[in-house]
């Protein structure tokens, strides 16, 4: 069925290192890929996004990969920082579509 | 202007009450959505909406569960005889347009409904 999930349900990470963030999804329909953040008591908010026509996209300190070969997708962070602490979710969906599925998430904990 | 709202915050009630939740979505979009979130899961669709199109109710879990929007405003989650399984964060969003590859969904902070 579809289904998007991740890879480790927790990631502890020293300040100032990179972080990786893994997800793999099973609709080989999907084409479009969202991560989201989520702080404690707040709802998810929109990190990056990538098309399946691309395999990297970068923003600010962020960096998405997706390999559509083994229908995986990594967040990359640069330079973590303590605010980057909180629950990182992976959506998908088709671009024609309003439905996202998400995965169950990775909680990030930055170490000072 | 604001962002997504969602009212109450917090919702204590007891097993078998009818619930009632708020989300005012940013002004402008004609696209809205509930999720669930059980505690240290992912979000769950429920319901969406896109502007007089009838709503997209497949991801209610029982006829327990209803909704209603507005025109292109507010819309209510209805819990009615609420269970403890329906302890859950209930999220809403918002977007300018329903599909498409950059409609970005806007989350509101969510409502944590306790059912005790």
């Known amino acids: 069925g579809e289904s998007v999930g991740l890879h480790l349900p927790t990631l502890s990470v020293q300040e100032g290192d990179n972080s990786i963030i893994n997800c793999a999804y099973s609709?080989?329909?999907?084409?479009?890929f969202i991560w989201y953040k989520q702080e404690s008591g707040k709802g998810p908010q929109f990190i990056i996004d990538?098309?399946?026509?691309?395999d990297k996209r970068q923003g600010q300190r962020v960096t998405v990969l997706l390999n559509k070969t083994v229908k995986h997708l990594s967040l990359q962070i640069a330079a973590t920082q303590p605010g980057d602490s909180a629950v990182y979710f992976c959506a998908e969906r088709r671009s024609n579509d309003y439905k996202l599925s998400f995965g169950a998430g990775t909680t990030v904990t930055v170490r000072a | 202007g604001a962002g997504v709202s969602q009212s109450p915050s917090n919702k204590v009630t007891e097993k078998g009450k009818d619930v009632e939740l708020r989300c005012d979505p940013i002004?402008?979009?004609?696209?809205l959505y509930w999720y669930r979130q059980r505690l240290g899961q992912g979000l769950e669709f429920l319901i969406y909406f896109q502007g007089n199109s009838a709503p997209d109710k497949s991801g209610l879990p029982s006829d327990r569960f209803s909704a209603e929007r507005t025109g292109e405003s507010v819309s209510t989650l209805t819990i009615q005889r609420t269970q403890q399984e329906d302890s859950a964060v209930y999220l809403c969003?918002?977007?300018?347009?329903?599909?498409?590859?950059?409609?970005?969904?806007?989350f509101g902070p969510g409502t944590r409904l306790t059912v005790l």
């Open positions: 990538i098309r399946s026509n691309m």
């Open positions: 002004s402008g979009h004609t696209a």
């Open positions: 609709n080989s329909a999907s084409d479009y």
């Open positions: 969003a918002s977007s300018f347009l329903g599909g498409g590859s950059s409609n970005e969904q806007f």
